[in-house]
């Protein structure tokens, strides 16, 4: 599996982006995907994540802001950022989880995207 993120870019406070990531290899729609971000000096936080059903999870922080969702004809996930703040600038990531159920650990996680940046200017 592998996993091919783009979207990033510097937006103003208030604004909006849409990440998406492109995953190759058959096994991809059957698992739990997932969204991550590391700031600097921080380190990597579970953001987002959806099940091969639909279901979504996110972190406290972006609820209300950010949407995840997927693609299983196109093999993708895309995470749609709003209301950005200057708080969420970091690297964003996306991920396949080891298995099929929700998880925000990191090392729950196998396969990952290269990352893309996020700037958030204020």
């Known amino acids: 599996v592998q996993l091919q993120a783009s979207g990033g870019g510097l937006v103003q406070a208030g604004g909006s982006l849409r990440l998406s990531c492109a995953a190759s290899g058959r096994t991809f729609n059957s698992y739990y995907m997932g969204w991550f971000r590391q700031a600097p000096g921080k380190e990597r936080e579970f953001v987002a994540g959806?099940?091969?059903?639909?279901?979504?999870y996110y972190q406290d922080s972006v609820k209300g802001r950010f949407t995840i969702s997927r693609d299983i004809a196109r093999n993708t996930v895309d995470l749609q950022m709003n209301s950005l703040k200057p708080e969420d600038t970091a690297v964003y990531s996306c991920?396949?989880?080891?298995?099929?159920?929700?998880?925000?650990?990191?090392?729950?996680?196998?396969?990952w995207g290269q990352g893309t940046l996020v700037t958030v200017s204020a």
């Open positions: 991920a396949r989880a080891k298995g099929r159920v929700l998880t925000t650990r990191t090392l729950e996680y196998d396969y």
């Open positions: 959806i099940s091969w059903s639909g279901t979504t």
